[in-house]
């Protein structure tokens, strides 16, 4: 899991950067769903006197991304305000993929690739159709690991439909039948 802490208009302290550092430990408990994790703290000045401290949070999880913003007059309660939204959603994530029985290991990224897997569409019957190009080694892989008897994709190499299913008599051995 990649995470970056940024400041705007403003120089990041040692302290303020431990403190964000520290805060990230609360959502890093749904690690198995994030890829990656942006911090972007920044100081506004409005019209009047006061100054206004903003801090956003921007999470990718797989197929998506969740945002969280927050603006107070103090970096650490702001920190703390976007923190708290977004463990929010970031538990609204984990509950709906258990909520549909789905393996949660299907949300984690794949070492092998820095690609992410955005799934479409789910039919309910183990069928998936997968966004983004792929080759179909990296189609098995998700079939294998997933445990699905059909899976759509377009193919890498020509961005053609492909779908890739398991043979009825031999479920370890799979059959590719490629769309024009």
């Known amino acids: 899991m990649k995470k970056s802490i940024n400041s705007h208009h403003m120089s990041i302290t040692d302290g303020l ?3 964000a550092d520290t805060k990230l430990s609360r959502i890093e408990n749904f690690q198995p769903f994030i ?10 000045h409005p019209s009047h006197d006061a100054e206004q401290y903003k801090a956003s949070i921007l999470v990718h999880v797989p197929g998506s991304f969740l945002q969280a ?8 309660a702001s920190i703390d305000s976007v923190m708290d939204k977004m463990y929010v959603q970031l538990k609204r994530v984990k509950e709906k993929s258990q909520s549909h029985r789905r ?14 897997i955005a799934v479409v ?9 997968i966004k983004q190009p792929m080759d179909p080694q990296e189609a098995a892989d998700i079939m294998d690991r997933e445990n699905l008897p059909l899976l759509v994709f377009r193919r890498l190499s020509d961005e053609t439909v492909n779908v890739l299913y398991r043979r009825p008599q031999d479920q370890n051995l799979f059959d590719l039948i490629e769309i024009g």
């Open 17 to 19: 950067k431990a403190y």
């Open 35 to 44: 890829e990656s994790i942006t911090i972007d703290l920044d100081m506004d």
């Open 121 to 129: 569409k789910d039919s309910g019957k183990g069928i998936r159709f």
């Open 69 to 76: 913003s927050e603006t107070t007059d103090s970096m650490y």
């Open 103 to 116: 393996d949660v290991r299907h949300l984690a990224p794949e070492s092998k690739s820095s690609r992410s």
